[in-house]
């Protein structure tokens, strides 16, 4: 299975970072294949063309397994990841891509961003998702809730990225 994490974090090496390839093992039963750090493409994102940013998207849409990690701000998903994703073609820019829409935030009150806000998109470019996780930046590093759904989706992730 090839397995991609794309993080939307503004900071490099961040806590969004972490829990995403914490899960992407979880998952996928070894380490990600590739972590993506949109900040690396920065200002590349802002306009429609740059080579390093087109590689970066044919890259992601040929993984098997792709964990899209934000940080919450504004009840959303960060800018940087809006702006990657408006980079895919309609909606087919991520087919037969399994999609894991992931965020992390400071308390409770977001933990449906992922589902109202990433998992709608992600599903509009084509990819197949399962339903989104949210973490608390403060405890997620415990391991306790990415295993607890890793266990329930690992099946389904497995099953459909078998073939692909």
Not at 29 to 40: P, Y
Not at 56 to 83: C, E, H
Not at 86 to 106: D, I, K, N, R, Y
Request: net charge negative; charged share 20%.
């Amino acid at each position: 299975m090839n397995v991609t994490v794309v993080v939307g974090n503004p900071k490099h090496g961040s806590h969004t970072r972490r829990a995403a390839e914490m899960l992407a093992e979880q998952l996928s039963g070894s380490t990600a294949d590739e972590t993506i750090e949109l900040s690396e493409l920065g200002a590349k994102l802002l306009g429609w063309g740059d080579s390093d940013v087109a590689e970066t998207v044919d890259r992601t849409a040929s993984s098997q397994l792709v964990i899209f990690a934000s940080p919450t701000f504004k009840a959303t998903y960060s800018g940087l990841m809006k702006l990657f994703l408006e980079q895919f073609a309609g909606a087919t820019g991520l087919a037969h891509v399994v999609a894991v829409p992931l965020m992390l935030g400071g308390g409770p009150t977001h933990a449906l961003a992922p589902e109202l806000t990433l998992r709608p998109v992600l599903a509009e470019l084509g990819a197949t998702c399962t339903t989104g996780l949210y973490l608390l930046d403060s405890s997620f590093d415990d391991g306790v809730a990415i295993g607890e759904y890793a266990d329930r989706w690992r099946p389904v992730v497995q099953a459909l990225t078998r073939g692909n």
